[in-house]
C-alpha cells in the first residue's frame, strides 16, 4: 500500500484522538471508582485505585505486546480483523519469524540462520550438519563416525579425535594435521611471490600468477595457475600441485574457452581443439569445419538424405531409411518410438508423466514457473514487485544457489544474440537454457558472471549465442540484490552473421554471402538452373545465357541443335543479351534468313512465312 504525507498526518491525528478519547473514558471510570470508594473505607479506596491501574495496564500489554500463545490461538486478541501471524503484532514471535527466509518459521527451523538448513532439504552426508532437521546428522552417509564430529571415518583423518575433521582449525606447528589436508600448517608463513597467499595456502608460492582463486572465470577456490589474467587456468599447470585449468594457452589472453574464433589463422581461440576455417573445396557452401565430406558438394548439412544408399549425405550422422512405422515424419534412425506418432523429435515435451516424448533420453520433471516471456529483440524489466521465480538453479558460472528471474525467449531471427544486464545496477549472473530448467533437463547453452566491459562497475552480465528462429530459450537472470533494485535484460540479434564472425545465408537458399551471388533471393545461388535472358546470374558462375541469333535479326533460334531437350544458348558476360549472335528471346522461326521474323512484312503468296506467324 502506498501511502502520502497527508494520508500519514490524517491517520496520525485520528489516532490521537482516540487514544485521548480513551484516557477520558478510564479516567472517569477511575474518578466513578473513587467515589464509590470514598462511601467506604480509605483501605478499600486503596485497594480499588490498585485494580483500576492493574486492569487498565495488563489490557494494554495485551492488546501492544501480545505473548507467544495469543499469537497462535486463531483468534483476533485486538480486534484489528488479523489473527495469529497475519497480525503485525505478532511478526516477532518466535514461531512466527522466518530469519533465514527459507519458507520455515523460527520454531519449525532447527537452525534459523541457514537457508540450507530446514526439514524440507536433502541430508548431505560428510557435512556435520542436520540439513533436514531429523536430529540426525549425516545419516545415510554410510560411513561410521566414531567421535561424533560429523565426519565419517571415510573422509575423517583421525575418527577417534573430535578435533579433527576436514574444515577444522589446523594448529600451526603442532605435528598433527587438523584439517585432514594431509600436512600440519606452519606458522612459518612466506609469500614469496607476493600474490597475497602464504606459502601453506598456496599450490606455488614463487608464482604470482598462480594461487588460489587466480582463474576466477573457473573457480574461486581451486588453486590454479592463470598468465594472462584471462580468467581461465593453464590446462598444462607445471606441478601436480596445480589445478588444471581449461585455457590451452595461458600466455595470450585472446585465448580461452568462449574466445571469438578468428577464421584460418592457425589458432585455436576458443580452446575447442581445432582453427574455424572458411575453407570449402566442393564449393556447396559450408566449411570443412561443418561440412562431414568436404570433397562433395553434394554432401553437406543441408543436402537431402537420400535413403538406403548407405551414404550420410546431411551430416547427420546416419544415413536415413524409408522405415516410418508410426508416419509422423522421423524414420526408425531419428525416432525413438516409431511405433506411436505421438513420440518423436518434433514433439514437445509433457513433464511428470514417465513419456520421454522428444526422444532425448528423459522425461521432464518439475515445475516451470516463468517470470516474463519475449518475442524477439528487446528489453526486458523486472521490477522488485514482480515474484523472482525460485527455482535455485546452479549455473556453470555462479557459486550461490540464488532466486532468479526466469524468461521465455523466441528470436525471430538467426543470428548471434547479445543478452546483458546493463540497467539492473547490482551484480548479476545470466545463463540461457535449451528448455525450462525447472523440469530438470535443460542443457546450460551459455552463462557468464560479470561483463569484462571497462564501463560495467557493478557487476553487470553479458554474453553473445548463437540461436535460431523460431526456438525457444529460457534465460535465467540471478541477482544479489534482486530485493533492493530491478532486473533488467536486453536482447539483440545481428543475423548477419553468426557469434563466430561467419556470414549467415538470408535467403535460406543453404548458401551464405561467401558463395552465393545475390543472398536476397533464394532462386540464385551456385547449382540454381540457369534461366537464359532473365538478366541474372542464377547460378553465380558470373555468366549469362543468350539465346542464338545466328543471323543477327534480334530473334534468337528456338531449334535444339545439339538435342540436349533445351533451346540452344550461347554465353554472355554482359547479362544483356544484346551482342553479336546474342537475343532475348527465341521467337525466330528461321534463324538462317534476317528478312524473316516476327512482325516483318508478309510478301502475299511466295511460300515463305516471313513474319512467323505459321501463315504466309
Same mark, same amino acid.
Given at each position: 500500500m502506498r501511502w502520502n504525507i497527508n494520508a500519514l498526518l490524517i491517520f496520525a491525528m485520528a489516532c490521537e484522538t482516540k487514544i485521548n478519547s480513551s484516557v477520558e473514558e478510564e479516567t472517569e471510570d477511575t474518578a466513578e471508582t473513587d467515589t464509590e470508594s470514598d462511601t467506604d473505607t480509605d483501605t478499600d479506596t486503596d485497594a480499588d485505585t490498585d485494580t483500576d491501574t492493574d486492569t487498565d495496564t495488563d489490557t494494554d500489554e495485551a492488546t501492544e505486546n501480545p505473548d507467544d500463545g495469543e499469537c497462535a490461538d486463531e483468534l483476533d486478541n485486538d480486534e484489528d480483523g488479523l489473527t495469529d501471524c497475519d %497480525?503485525?503484532?505478532?511478526?516477532?514471535?518466535?514461531?512466527?519469524?522466518? %530469519?533465514?527466509?527459507?519458507? =520455515?518459521?523460527?520454531?519449525? @527451523?532447527? !537452525?534459523? =540462520?541457514?537457508? =540450507? $538448513?530446514n526439514p524440507g532439504e536433502e541430508e548431505i552426508p560428510n557435512n556435520g550438519l542436520d540439513d533436514n532437521c531429523d536430529g540426525i546428522v549425516d545419516e545415510g552417509s554410510g560411513a561410521p563416525d566414531l567421535d561424533g564430529d560429523g565426519f565419517g571415518d571415510d573422509v575423517d583423518c583421525n575418527d577417534y579425535?573430535?578435533? $579433527?575433521?576436514?574444515?577444522?582449525? @589446523?594448529? #600451526?606447528?603442532d605435528g598433527i594435521d587438523q584439517d585432514c589436508d594431509g600436512s600440519d600448517a606452519t606458522n612459518v608463513a612466506t609469500d614469496n611471490d607476493w600474490d597475497g597467499w602464504y606459502s601453506y595456502e598456496d599450490c606455488d608460492d614463487? %608464482? #604470482?600468477?598462480? =594461487?588460489?582463486?587466480?582463474?576466477?572465470?573457473?573457480?574461486? !577456490?581451486d588453486c590454479m595457475t592463470d598468465s594472462d589474467y584471462d580468467g581461465y587456468g593453464d590446462n598444462n599447470p607445471t606441478n601436480s600441485a596445480i589445478t588444471a585449468g581449461s585455457d590451452c594457452d595461458d600466455t595470450a589472453w585472446d585465448i580461452y574457452p568462449g574466445a571469438t574464433e578468428i577464421a584460418d589463422d592457425g589458432i585455436d581461440q576458443d580452446c575447442d581443439g581445432v582453427d574455424l576455417s572458411t575453407t570449402d573445396s566442393d564449393g556447396d557452401g559450408f566449411s570443412v569445419n561443418d561440412d562431414c565430406d568436404d570433397a562433395d558438394a553434394t554432401i553437406n548439412p543441408n543436402a537431402v538424405d537420400i535413403e538406403d544408399d548407405g551414404i550420410d549425405q546431411d551430416c547427420d550422422g546416419v544415413d536415413s531409411t524409408v522405415v516410418d512405422t508410426d508416419n509422423d515424419g522421423y524414420d526408425a534412425n531419428h525416432d525413438c518410438d516409431d511405433t506411436d506418432a505421438s513420440i518423436n523429435p518434433g514433439i514437445p515435451e509433457t513433464p511428470n508423466d514417465g513419456i520421454d516424448q522428444d526422444c532425448d533420453g528423459v522425461d521432464a520433471t518439475g515445475t516451470c514457473t516463468l517470470d516474463d516471456s519475449i518475442v524477439g529483440s528487446g528489453t526486458g524489466i523486472f521490477s522488485t514487485s514482480t515474484s523472482a521465480t525460485s527455482n535455485q538453479l546452479m549455473s556453470s558460472c555462479n557459486y550461490y544457489d540464488d532466486t532468479e528471474y526466469l524468461v521465455e525467449w523466441v528470436p525471430v531471427s538467426s543470428g548471434c544474440a547479445t543478452l546483458d544486464t546493463f540497467g539492473s545496477g547490482q551484480d548479476t549472473v545470466l545463463s540461457v537454457y535449451d528448455s525450462c530448467p525447472g523440469y530438470g533437463v535443460a542443457t546450460e547453452l551459455g552463462c557468464n558472471d560479470e561483463s569484462l566491459s571497462p564501463s560495467n562497475w557493478?557487476?553487470?552480465?553479458?554474453?553473445?549465442?548463437?540461436?535460431t528462429a523460431g526456438t525457444t530459450y529460457y534465460v535465467a537472470i540471478e541477482g544479489y540484490s534482486f530485493g533492493l533494485y530491478a532486473a533488467e535484460l536486453n536482447i539483440s540479434v545481428d543475423s548477419t552473421?553468426?557469434?563466430? /564472425?561467419?556470414?549467415?545465408?538470408?535467403?535460406?537458399? /543453404?548458401?551464405?554471402p561467401s558463395v552465393d551471388c545475390d543472398d536476397t533471393n533464394p532462386l540464385v545461388h551456385p547449382g540454381a538452373v540457369e534461366i537464359p535472358a532473365d538478366g541474372i546470374d542464377n547460378d553465380c558462375d558470373v555468366l549469362e545465357y543468350c539465346y542464338i541469333d545466328i543471323d543477327n535479326d534480334g530473334?534468337?533460334?528456338?531449334?535444339?541443335?545439339? /538435342?540436349? /531437350?533445351?533451346?540452344?544458348?550461347? #554465353?554472355?558476360a554482359d547479362m544483356l543479351c544484346d551482342g553479336l549472335l546474342e537475343a532475348d528471346n527465341s521467337d525466330d522461326c528461321n534463324d538462317y534468313d534476317a528478312s524473316i521474323y516476327p512482325g516483318a512484312s508478309e510478301t502475299s503468296a511466295d511460300g515463305i512465312d516471313s513474319d512467323c506467324d505459321g501463315l504466309d
Open positions: %497480525d503485525d503484532d505478532c511478526v516477532e514471535q518466535a514461531h512466527c519469524r522466518d %530469519d533465514d527466509e527459507d519458507g =520455515y518459521t523460527n520454531d519449525e @527451523d532447527c !537452525n534459523p =540462520y541457514n537457508p =540450507y $538448513v579425535d573430535a578435533s $579433527v575433521h576436514p574444515g577444522a582449525h @589446523d594448529i #600451526p606447528d614463487n %608464482d #604470482p600468477f598462480t =594461487y588460489p582463486g587466480a582463474a576466477w572465470m573457473e573457480s574461486f !577456490n557493478y557487476g553487470e552480465s553479458e554474453m553473445t549465442l548463437d540461436v552473421q553468426d557469434c563466430s /564472425g561467419n556470414a549467415l545465408d538470408q535467403d535460406g537458399d /543453404g548458401y551464405d530473334y534468337g533460334s528456338s531449334t535444339d541443335l545439339d /538435342g540436349d /531437350g533445351s533451346i540452344d544458348t550461347i #554465353p554472355s
